[in-house]
């Protein structure tokens, strides 16, 4: 059976990152549960994080209950009902347009934790600034439903905001992120700069975790801006805090050539289990077991050795690894392999925390993969197994 595993070392390690730059910058780092919502991996994140960013308030619940501390929300629109519930726990509502801060600006005015500044209230910002490269996930590309521009905030009556917040990156380093703000700056300086502004939340898509990241140059823009315009900071990654921390390991159903190609089904879907494969698209690393191999993927169960799969011809043995589905694109990729892959052959697929176990699906009526955690003992703990009533029960 499939299975998604996360290593509990490999989160608290990318946890102690983020928490040394929040120390070391002074700015609030969050958690983005959109990437990242595991309970029993929360735990371990706890610690470390400010509180949650949330879409909605169900992640506004999660986080509250699971994180704890600051609860910011951000949501593209909210319905009255929502929007009640939040007004009683959340830290940060922001708005995505003038015409939804417009629609609940007297409701929340009116709240006695609004009054009381206990909870404030902020406007998502589009600086119209792209520092990425796919455009699916760049909410500066024209014609964007996120953010307000400029343009459009001229005019707008601001009593009771005092917060601006804006997210444009996506797996960036720090220098984009510099040079957003500084674009950020240009168009909303004055504003930033006016008393009524406490805080700022730079959203997500920082990839601060990552070995090669500039950590000294993000602490030192985080410092400018809180000490400049005498504000709050924010930030709410996401990827960050899980990448490189979990596997999600498949089994070999079948092996036969068709039309040229040598195909390997395994009993794991991209569509269903990874569908970042298939819209980013990107291609995730593969290892096999093999001892003596040394492959070091997200995360090393005792006494297994792994070896990583090849591009399409560098090995001896080149497969297009596709899914248990109808849909004719539900193909992970071509790789090779040192031996021919066989029935009942583990196919591990590396780098699968992150935005995977938040977007799964039953599609097909595919097997879930159960979900275990991976302390550092090495013991495999199963928190959430999936069955044929899961399914069942899903769709009503
Ligand atoms: C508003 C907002 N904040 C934070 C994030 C988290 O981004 P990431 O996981 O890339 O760090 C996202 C991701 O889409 C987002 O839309």
Redesign the pocket.
């Known amino acids: 059976m499939a299975q998604f595993q996360i290593s509990l070392p490999a989160l608290e390690r990318n946890a102690r990152i983020l928490y040394e730059v929040a120390c070391a910058s002074g700015a609030r780092v969050l958690v983005?549960l959109?990437?990242f919502s595991t309970t029993a991996g929360l735990a371990v994140l706890r610690p470390y994080a400010a509180g949650c960013?949330a879409s909605g308030l169900y992640e506004a619940r999660l986080g509250a209950r699971h994180l704890g501390g600051h609860v910011a929300v951000?949501s593209p629109a909210y319905r009255e009902a929502e929007l009640a519930e939040l007004l009683e726990f959340a830290h940060h509502i922001d708005f995505n347009s003038v015409p939804q801060w417009q629609r609940w600006r007297a409701t929340c005015l009116a709240h006695p934790r609004v009054q009381s500044g206990e909870l404030q209230l902020g406007l998502r910002i589009n600086p119209c600034f792209s520092t990425g490269h796919t455009a699916i996930y760049d909410p500066c590309v024209p014609g964007s439903r996120l953010g307000i521009p400029a343009e459009q905030l001229a005019g707008a009556d601001l009593t009771g905001i005092s917060g601006l917040h804006f997210?444009t990156?996506?797996?960036q380093g720090a220098q984009e992120l510099i040079d957003t703000f500084r674009a950020f700056e240009k168009q909303f300086g004055s504003l930033l700069a006016s008393p009524q502004i406490r805080y700022l939340n730079l959203?997500?898509?920082?990839w601060i975790t990552k070995p090669d990241y500039d950590r000294a140059a993000l602490i030192g823009l985080l410092r400018e801006i809180r000490e400049m315009y005498h504000t709050e900071v924010y930030l709410?990654?996401?990827?960050?805090w899980a990448i490189h921390t979990g596997v999600l390991r498949a089994r070999v159903l079948d092996v036969f050539e068709s039309l040229g190609y040598h195909h390997a089904i395994l009993d794991v879907s991209a569509s269903a289990h990874m569908p970042d494969v298939l819209e980013m698209p990107y291609r995730p690393e593969v290892y096999t077991l093999c001892p003596g191999g040394t492959g070091t993927p997200a995360l090393s169960l005792p006494g297994e050795q792994y070896s990583p799969a090849g591009t399409p011809g560098e090995k001896a043995h080149t497969y297009r690894l596709g899914a248990p589905t109808c849909l004719a694109g539900d193909i992970i990729g071509d790789y090779s392999f040192d031996h021919p892959l066989q029935v009942d052959d583990t196919i591990i697929l590396d780098d699968m925390s992150?935005?995977t176990l938040v977007k799964t699906t039953h599609f097909n009526g595919v097997p879930h993969p159960d979900i275990a955690v991976v302390p550092a003992d090495g013991s495999v703990q199963v928190v959430r197994p999936f069955s044929y009533t899961d399914f069942e029960s899903r769709l009503g």
């Open positions: 983005a959109k990437a960013c951000y997210h990156l996506c797996e959203g997500g898509g920082h709410e990654p996401g990827e960050a992150h935005y």
